[in-house]
């Protein structure tokens, strides 16, 4: 594993960061457009340890929450479960394996809107079950494809792994 | 943090798992005039460039959509502006019709011509007059600039106008200065002279001058005396039985009219006409 590796791939999450901002406005309904911020902290969440996975997933959530006040710390939480739990996961399931990947990928975005949806106590009843079995299921789903395209792109560049020593 | 470590799960992590769940639950649990500050602080310093990305890029694309709707607009505003020499037109044509109207006072009927949106005989065309506002079989019909045609037939709500340019037509005729009397008729019955008027019947010893005006003479009692029917442009060349053929260039072309009036009764004008026409054929 060359030195450089470890750069590309942050270049990478960089770059998801930047089409999250950019791009996603641009994919139609904001609902099902697909989560570049949240695919980042999992892609860097299945290769670090279950630790450093939470506090990403926690600065990330918090800075979301900066964009949503009404629901302040709902992301923070769903992100910092999502973390450690897909840290945990890819050490159960260990492969790299791209299905797995973007079943992850799925599971994460349908999980942390769950979570969302649940702490901030915004919807309740017939909103909330259409909220995560329409919107929520094709937002995980085009995640997904996002998440997988890009590992099928550049999975070269993100074969590194991070974990404690 | 090391590339390619095995150890997962150690007593570490699960402090900073559990560390970053109660700041979680403790941001949900800060009151609001705590949050703000803070949301405000992220938003100003870490989230700032990103924002403005997002921004940008929300502005270009609504002027993308705005570029599309004023293009959208200018190509309806060029649509509507290729009417507009024609509704000009008509507009002009509408206020010197208004004002014949004037001059004439009583014993006209104002129509609209009803124009078919398929091929027909260009050399009549149905009015929206007919014998419910009193129009008759042989009624004269004019426009500002002079003759038309004459009522070829009457239905209850329209009628039937035969156009100068009908073979059939005839028109007792004269020079304005009433130097000259003949017959009007149709130049010819095919091609480009079909849209030209001649002046029989004129007696070989008289001449008529190119430009001079040959307005109806009112004999025979069909057409009232004094409409405009043209100006002579030039002398026929079948000149036999000592008499003279003039060329007449029309006063009105019918395919240009859009209204008109159908002379239905006694008018201002009394039995000629010419001054209310003369008025008209000198504005624009």
């Known amino acids: 594993m060359r030195r450089t590796d470890k750069y ?9 960061v930047l089409l999250h901002f950019s791009v996603r406005t641009k994919l139609g309904d904001e609902r099902v457009a697909p989560d570049f911020l949240l695919l980042a902290v999992l892609m860097y969440t299945i290769r670090a340890a279950p630790g450093p996975s939470s506090a990403a997933g926690f600065l990330v959530g918090i800075i979301r929450d900066a ?4 629901s302040f710390g709902a992301n923070a939480l769903a992100h910092t479960l999502v973390g450690y739990l897909s840290s945990w996961a890819k050490a159960v399931f260990f492969a790299e394996n791209l299905f797995v990947n973007g079943c992850i990928f799925f599971g994460g975005t349908w999980i942390r809107n769950l979570i969302v949806a649940l702490a901030s106590g915004e919807l309740k009843g017939a909103p909330l079950a259409w909220q995560l079995l329409g919107w929520s299921t094709l937002q ?16 070269r560049w993100l074969s590194v792994r991070f974990t404690d020593a | 943090m090391t590339i390619e470590a095995e150890r997962y799960g150690s007593r570490a992590d699960t402090f900073v798992f559990l560390g970053c769940l109660a700041l979680s639950i403790t941001a949900m649990s800060v009151p609001d005039s705590w949050r703000r500050p803070f949301s405000q602080a992220l938003r100003q310093t870490v989230l700032a460039p990103f924002l403005t990305l997002q921004e940008e890029t929300e502005t270009l694309k609504s002027s993308k959509a705005h570029v599309e709707a004023v293009t959208s607009q200018r190509d309806s505003a060029m649509l509507a502006a290729t009417f507009l020499p024609e509704l000009r037109s008509e507009n002009a044509r509408l206020r010197t019709l208004l004002g014949l109207g004037a001059r004439l006072q009583t014993g006209y009927v104002p129509a609209e011509v009803l124009h078919e949106s398929v091929p027909t005989d260009p050399l009549t065309f149905l009015v929206s007059a007919g014998k419910r506002d009193g129009v008759k079989a042989l009624d004269a019909v004019v426009s500002p600039e002079g003759l038309v045609g004459v009522v070829s037939a009457v239905d209850e709500k329209t009628s039937v106008v035969a ?14 200065d009433g130097s000259v009397y003949g017959i009007v008729a149709p130049h010819g019955s095919e091609g480009p002279g079909i849209w030209m008027l001649e002046l029989q019947g004129v007696p070989y010893r008289s001449v008529v001058p190119e430009s001079t005006l040959i307005v109806s003479s009112g004999l025979g009692g069909v057409i009232p005396r004094g409409i405009p029917l043209g100006t002579v442009v030039g002398q026929g060349v079948d000149n036999e039985h000592w008499e003279r053929t003039y060329l007449i260039r029309p006063a009105v072309h019918p395919a240009s009219v859009t209204h008109v009036m159908i002379i239905t009764g006694a008018t201002a004008g009394g039995g000629n006409l010419r001054d209310l026409f003369q008025a008209e054929a000198k504005s624009p």
Not at chain 1, 140 to 155: M, N, P, Q, R
Not at chain 2, 163 to 176: D, G, I, L
Request: aromatic share 14%; charged share 5%; glycine share 6%.
């Open chain 1, 8 to 16: 590309r791939f942050w270049f990478v999450l960089a770059g998801l």
């Open chain 1, 67 to 70: 964009m949503s006040p009404a």
């Open chain 1, 140 to 155: 995980s789903l085009f995640t997904a494809l996002a998440g997988v395209l890009v590992l099928l792109v550049l999975g």
């Open chain 2, 163 to 176: 156009t100068w340019a009908h073979p059939e037509f005839r028109a007792a005729a004269m020079a304005a």
